[in-house]
């Protein structure tokens, strides 16, 4: 399979969310973690903070990129990132399960493509060779 770019990126906003959950920092994290798996993404590790006197800033590096939120919990609002790398694993399998899990009324969301090959070729200064999601040997 040609690799035509090393990412996606979904930028998510959640509306109408369940102010209690948004507001519940080991829940979020729990939430984000199981969003990354179910997503079959590989978990490296998470980090999450509860805001006095609300709100929730988290990040789950995954080995294919990192899932990330912030929560308002005042406005019932979520704006999360789902950029993942490679085709193994699906950002839209985690998107729908934080849709569900943070009981979200609607949602809006954009996905871009990240990391365009052709343009990663064009702009390098030097050959690249072949250009993979991972690298196949690690560079000393």
């Not at 954009?110 to 690690?138: C, Q």
Request: net charge negative; aromatic share 10%.
């Amino acid at each position: 399979m040609k690799t035509e770019q090393l990412g996606r990126h979904i930028l998510v906003e959640y509306y109408n969310c369940d102010e209690d959950i948004l507001n519940n920092h080991k829940l979020i994290e729990q939430l984000m973690v199981t969003a990354a798996k179910k997503a079959k993404a590989t978990v490296v590790e998470s980090v999450f903070h509860l805001f006095n006197p609300y709100g929730v800033s988290g990040a789950v590096v995954i080995s294919e990129s990192h899932l990330t939120i912030h929560t308002w919990p005042e406005y019932g609002y979520a704006s999360v990132d789902l950029f993942t790398c490679g085709d193994k694993v699906d950002p839209w399998v985690a998107f729908d399960y934080l849709l569900e899990g943070l009981r979200a009324e609607k949602s809006e969301s954009t996905e871009i493509a990240r990391g365009m090959v052709d343009k990663i070729r064009r702009f390098s200064n030097k050959d690249l060779g072949k250009i993979t999601f991972k690298p196949e040997e690690e560079i000393a």
